[in-house]
């Protein structure tokens, strides 16, 4: 991959273009190309600043520095001064609007970097997965000797603690007081397990750990193992993901073979196995209870808390479960400090997240950045842009259970505490970014489809809940939505999220909710004047077929 | 089988490895990094990869590494091949068919010259 030291962001939106965007860009490159620095600075475009009182827009990353608006003859002076002299040109700065909700952003992260931080998937991509040399090579299995060779149990989970990190499985439970009440509760035996089974919508996060770089997590479970005191360890790989599990078998086989697992690893009282076990292809077994059911071979359905896996789980046993992301950053905060960690992400959420990107952006994938970017960076600079120039309209995050952002919110950091103070949730990391053509309802009627198939039926609420809500969302794309329909969703919601037994039926609800609270108009649309703002729901029966007349 | 009893012997390990790695990367070697993940795959990796060994073959090609590696998360760009001749920088080409692979093989492996038009923006 090519890394650069700059990058500079030409804004693209139609009124920039009609000033002469095009030309700006143009003679940046040019410029740059002048002074032979093209292989360390990258120019891309921008779109949707917000900002057309200062069109066209140039920003200038890391420092994110806001120039607009800019002419043909500025050019030349921003190029010199900012990018070869590396002092900023003061007096062509934009005008800074505070409040408007819109740039404000880039005045307050000046100076951080949003460039693509890689921590958890620093090998992925670049060494051979299938071969353990090439993972020694890039620092693996330093961190376990590490801890093997000098520091007790408790030390260990210290350093997690000081790190801050949480669990990028969702609900970002904070991971070394995880540990701790594993590592507290007496037992003979104990378990660690690996949340692989990512059957949320549109996330792949994972796969791209386990495939690319699948020691990564042998090595942290192992870990775990140690600072726990668990001696086996379980990997619970989705069932779709037969490479990532080949890569698991084979990693684990290497692993044997070079004495990293099994008994007395690098002649120390500590031994440690682990198995693999394929899910067998139900979202709800990603719970954590249902996953722990499911590998105890019982049908997988969530089970009653308290007791928490952590005191009573596989087998009864204390159980410490963790996602993959999650265990991938272990070594790298082992080897390098709690307070290496911290100098990445923001102070409630420190770290690096892994976010994969689809939906309607110019580049769709997978980036790794500092905890805290917002959204509208992630969609301008890592999805290089709206596609076809459309507008962005609202995104998911986290997969189906996962809050519907609309644009207003769209300067939100995206760290765990600011998105619970905005009352939206992180989620696992899949960003789903949606363009003005994409209705509210009839995404709602999707992700509503998905969890009445994936209720596993054993409590009440979410069984008939998600049924119900899919009922009347039906009813209402199809023109036949009354206002009563709107009390009961906010009836069902309510249940929902309050007497379901589980996640799932907890956050089910979350994305009507989320259409409620912030698209409720589109939604009376709708119902009052009969249509789809959009275009896109029928907003009349499906007509039958007439009989043949004979 | 090197068993890993000590730190000394992570270390030995860790140190044959990037010898060996070294030698890949030292002038009149080239090694060719295909992504082989599931986006990859998806892609048409599988026949980009074959193009490659056919090319080697039919040329008679030496001192080539071709191996594979998981996704680097660039996935409108897949299949994505890596090119490192020597101890030049690493050229990461995107969207390579058999046909651009080919092209690639041709330019940039034997010929020496980048190809511009499947290089990924940065
Ligand atoms: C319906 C449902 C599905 C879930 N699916 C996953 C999943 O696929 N992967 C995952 O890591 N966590 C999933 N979780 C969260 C886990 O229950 C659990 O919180 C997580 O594995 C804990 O790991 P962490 O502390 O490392 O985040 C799911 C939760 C619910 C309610
Ligand atoms: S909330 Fe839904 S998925 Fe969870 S236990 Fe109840 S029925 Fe099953």
Not at chain 1, 151 to 168: F, N, P, W, Y
Not at chain 1, 346 to 359: A, N, R
Not at chain 1, 441 to 456: H, M, N
Request: aromatic letters at 6%; glycine letters at 10%; a negative charge.
């Amino acid at each position: 991959m090519n890394f650069s030291r700059s990058m500079v962001l030409v804004s693209s939106d139609p009124e920039s273009v009609r000033r002469g965007a095009d030309e700006i860009y143009a003679l940046f490159e040019k410029e740059i190309a002048a002074r032979d620095m093209e292989g360390e600075i990258s120019i891309s475009r921008l779109t949707d600043t917000g900002r057309p009182d200062a069109a066209p827009i140039v920003v200038i990353y890391p420092e994110a520095v806001v120039y607009g608006p800019v002419n043909a003859e500025n050019v030349k002076e921003i190029v010199e001064e900012h990018l070869y002299k590396g002092r900023v040109a003061e007096h062509l700065l934009a005008p800074t609007r505070e409040l408007s909700g819109r740039i404000g952003w880039l005045k307050t992260r000046k100076g951080t970097l949003p460039a693509e931080k890689r921590i958890v998937l620093r090998r992925a991509g670049r060494i051979d997965p299938e071969n353990i040399e090439e993972y020694i090579a890039e620092d693996g299995y330093q961190a376990l000797a590490k801890a093997l060779t000098g520091m007790k149990a408790t030390e260990v989970i210290d350093v997690l603690k000081e790190s801050g990190l949480q669990g990028r499985g969702g609900a970002g439970f904070p991971t070394g007081l995880k540990w701790s009440f594993v590592a507290g509760t007496q037992s003979e035996k104990k378990y660690v397990v690996c949340n692989a089974d990512e059957s949320e919508p549109g996330t792949f996060k994972d796969r791209v750990i386990l495939e690319g770089d699948p020691l990564a997590i042998i090595e942290a479970m192992t870990i775990a193992g140690y600072a726990v005191g668990a001696d086996e360890g379980f990997v619970y790989v989705r069932g779709e993901y037969k490479l990532a599990q080949n890569r698991l078998e084979n990693a684990v086989k290497q692993a044997r073979e070079y004495g990293l697992l099994g008994k007395n690893i690098m002649d120390t009282a500590f031994s440690f196995d682990i198995h693999i076990h394929s899910g067998a292809g139900a979202y709800i077994c990603g719970e954590e209870t249902a996953l722990l059911e499911s590998i105890e071979g019982k049908r997988g359905e969530p089970r009653s808390r308290p007791p928490y896996p952590t005191t009573e789980g596989l087998w009864g046993k204390p159980t410490l479960v963790n996602n993959v992301e999650t265990l991938a950053n272990v070594p790298p905060i082992l080897l390098n400090g709690g307070q290496w960690y911290r100098q990445f992400g923001t102070p409630s959420s420190p770290g690096t997240k892994v976010y994969t990107i689809l939906g309607n952006v110019n580049f769709t994938g997978l980036i790794e950045v500092p905890m805290g970017i917002t959204l509208r960076e992630v969609v301008n600079i890592y999805g290089q842009g709206m596609k076809d120039g459309a507008t962005f309209k609202l995104a998911q995050t986290g997969g189906s259970s996962g809050s519907v952002i609309p644009a207003s919110l769209q300067d939100t950091p995206m760290d765990f505490e600011s998105f619970r103070k905005a009352g939206v949730s992180l989620g696992s990391g899949a960003l789903l970014i949606c363009d003005e053509n994409t209705c509210v309802v009839d995404l709602a009627l999707v992700l509503q489809k998905f969890f009445k198939f994936e209720s596993c039926g054993k409590c009440t609420p979410c069984r008939v809940g998600t049924g119900r809500i899919h009922e009347i969302l039906t009813g209402i794309v199809e023109g036949r939505g009354t206002l009563k329909d709107m009390e009961n969703l906010d009836y069902l919601v309510d249940s929902l999220t309050r007497i379901s037994n589980c996640g799932l039926g907890q956050t089910a609800s979350v994305p009507i909710n989320d259409v409620l609270k912030y698209f409720r108009p589109e939604l009376e649309a709708h119902i009052k004047l009969g249509v789809c703002p959009c275009g896109v729901c029928p907003m009349s029966a499906p007509v039958k077929e007439p009989a043949a007349v004979a | 089988m090197p068993v890993v009893k000590s730190l000394d012997d992570l270390k030995r390990i860790r140190e044959e490895a990037l010898q060996k790695r070294q030698i890949k990367t030292s002038p009149g070697h080239t090694q060719i990094v295909v992504g082989m993940g599931t986006p990859g795959i998806a892609a048409g990796a599988r026949e980009t990869i074959k193009a490659i060994l056919d090319y080697i073959e039919n040329n008679k090609l030496e001192n080539i590494v071709v191996r594979q590696t998981g996704n680097i998360g660039r996935d409108s760009y897949e299949p994505i091949v890596q090119v490192i001749v020597g101890d030049a920088e690493t050229v990461t080409y995107g969207k390579v068919t058999p046909e651009a692979a080919s092209e690639i093989m041709e330019k940039h492996v034997k010929g020496g010259s980048v190809v511009r038009a499947y290089i990924i923006p940065a």
